[in-house]
């Protein structure tokens, strides 16, 4: 507001005046009071008083017409410029949030907002922190534990010799010490963004050894605040702080490479998949491998009833990769359902073993907690993957629609790169069939393999947006499908860069707020023409919203997809809809309350 800038005038006594004569620091802030940043600002600032003394002046600059309320969460800022301890007890007490009087009413998610460089978990949380309703809550406190896991190792990476990223081109990040399993990830064309978990040490950042890019470029030079080693064959990382490290890494090409394509089909680009001996003692691996304090992400299954936290990994080669991820007890909830009718109808030969993949950010303690034990008793591993959101990719603020794009945009390095292919099923997916057959199905040079949307059911003919308008336009004839089930090839994917070309199309798309409605259906949907889809026979996914009853006998799978007709509860159409759902939920109930886990 040029108008009121030029009539500010800062006063002579300031608001919040400092104990005594003695500060040299004296700060004026203009905020407005509705905004985000100003919910950071107000603790910020009253730590500044506090911890220097300082004069301080707040002038309140408010827009002065709203279309819509600005704020519509509560926050508090986690700043303790000293230490705090228990009067009592004398022990040192955490940095803690604490919210007062809030709605009861209304439905509200917890979450932390974290600095960029860190990746927090939940490890404590009794009540569902994403459907919390303080009305229907039997204690006056609910109280959770997060917990710092990682620090984050990012950068960019640029091949000098052609003044580009090398995009495709597998980094590994090894712990000098020994003490953490080796990290890897790609470089983006997005900038040579790369990003690798780590923790305080000394890390080797080296190319993937064995890969195609190792035989093409060598490290020629970094830029790092402790960056050494330059012009070796690795370079030396020192994480030395809370705010990770950040890195500039050149790379330039061997002679007689000049011209070499990195991203090549067909090329040995990859190292094989690791044996099952190596996955056990904790090979290569991007986001899921890593061991703290509180142990790892892998774990061989124990002999024994497994102990809390612990995790699981396959005990023999891995034939069936899948993916999927939930966030609420509820879909928590569909997921154990989804697990078991996978595993029920998969041919069990001593040749066969599932692999079970999931986003760990979205995933509740308690879900953490049993999970091993599952893998135990019905004789699948499990692996625990995240990616933190660069911090140039346009952000969604939605927990709904962080997890949709979850689901798409990061694929290509959100596994660790020897997977080759993996399957996504939807947490709320009830499977009748051996997914072996889609697993291992030809996609005939595609990326992915989506299922159309039905269109037999005609009562929700008026429904159908992809039949009118701008979507019917966009698609020229080409189906619009549906994100519930999908398969991925992920080594094709790398190799076409598709991955670069999806968030290079959701960072435009993403700045009109009205678009991308249906994110993680939208984007593969709109991006055909770039990145085709392979069709997958009907059967392969069924809905009741748009698939008539008489083609239900030869689903494949069965979603349970909002209907919006009905608009009945998700859990009232799982038991309407699948017979066998009450049934498959009774037994997990009955497995989990024989477990006899202490309560929270």
Request: aromatic fraction near 12%; charge should be negative; proline fraction near 7%.
């Amino acid at each position: 507001h040029e108008g009121s800038a030029a009539a500010f005038v800062v006063p002579a006594k300031p608001r919040l005046v400092a104990d005594g004569e003695g500060t040299v620091v004296d700060v004026v802030a203009v905020m407005d009071p509705l905004s985000k940043p100003a919910q950071r600002l107000v603790v910020f600032l009253q730590s500044l008083h506090a911890a220097f003394n300082a004069h301080l002046s707040v002038y309140l600059n408010p827009v002065p017409q709203l279309s819509e309320l600005p704020l519509k969460g509560f926050y508090r800022y986690v700043l303790q410029p000293a230490l705090q301890f228990d009067a009592a007890r004398g022990t040192l007490l955490p940095p803690t949030a604490f919210f007062a009087s809030l709605p009861e009413d209304q439905i509200l998610t917890l979450a932390v907002d974290e600095p960029e460089p860190w990746i927090v978990m939940a490890t404590y949380a009794p009540h569902d922190t994403d459907n919390i309703k303080l009305a229907n809550v039997d204690r006056s406190t609910l109280y959770c534990e997060y917990e710092l896991e990682h620090v984050m190792v990012t950068g960019s990476c640029m091949d000098v010799t052609q003044q580009a990223p090398p995009r495709g081109l597998e980094l590994t990040l090894v712990d000098v010490a020994g003490r953490a399993d080796t990290q890897d990830t790609l470089v983006m064309s997005n900038f040579g963004y790369f990003q690798l978990k780590s923790n305080p040490g000394v890390w080797r950042l080296a190319l993937k050894e064995g890969s195609r890019g190792a035989a093409i470029f060598k490290i020629a030079g970094q830029y790092a605040l402790s960056a050494q080693g330059i012009g070796e064959a690795a370079a030396t990382v020192v994480v030395n702080s809370f705010r990770g490290e950040y890195t500039y890494l050149k790379v330039t090409r061997q002679p007689g490479m000049e011209d070499a394509e990195l991203l090549q089909e067909g090329a040995a680009a990859e190292a094989p998949e690791p044996s099952a001996e190596a996955a056990a003692a904790g090979g290569d691996s991007l986001w899921g491998k890593f061991t703290s304090l509180l142990g790892r992400d892998d774990a061989p299954p124990p002999k024994t009833k497994p102990a809390a936290e612990s995790e699981a990994v396959a005990t023999r080669p891995v034939t069936l990769n899948i993916f999927s991820l939930a966030s609420g007890h509820l879909y928590e909830r569909f997921l154990k359902i989804m697990i078991h009718t996978v595993l029920n109808h998969t041919q069990a030969t001593p040749h066969s073993h599932v692999k079970f993949w999931f986003v760990k950010n979205f995933l509740s303690p308690q879900f953490k907690r049993v999970l091993p034990y599952m893998a135990e008793e019905w004789g699948f591993s499990f692996q625990l993957v995240t990616y933190k959101w660069p911090h140039w990719l346009r952000r969604q603020t939605e927990k709904q629609r962080i997890i949709w794009a979850y689901k798409i945009l990061f694929l290509d390095v959100l596994f660790p790169l020897h997977l080759d292919r993996v399957i996504f099923v939807d947490a709320d997916q009830i499977v009748r069939t051996d997914l072996h057959e889609l697993y291992n199905m030809d996609l005939h040079g595609k990326v992915y393999a989506y299922t159309p949307f039905c269109d037999s059911r005609e009562e929700t003919n008026g429904f159908r947006f992809w039949k009118q308008g701008y979507w019917h336009d966009h698609l020229r004839g080409r189906p619009y499908h549906i994100s519930a089930l999908y398969v991925v090839d992920i080594k094709r994917m790398r190799q076409q860069a598709a991955g670069d070309n999806l968030r290079m199309i959701y960072d435009n798309l993403s700045q009109d707020p009205n678009s991308l409605a249906n994110l993680d259906q939208d984007l593969p949907n709109y991006t055909q023409y770039l990145v085709p889809i392979h069709s997958l026979p009907q059967e392969w996914l069924w809905c009741e919203t748009w698939c008539d009853d008489r083609s239900k006998a030869k689903a494949k799978t069965i979603d349970l997809c909002n209907n919006p007709l009905t608009k009945t509860p998700k859990l009232e159409n799982a038991r309407r809809i699948v017979p066998e759902w009450d049934s498959y939920d009774q037994h997990i109930r009955a497995f989990e309350e024989g477990l006899n886990l202490p309560a929270y």
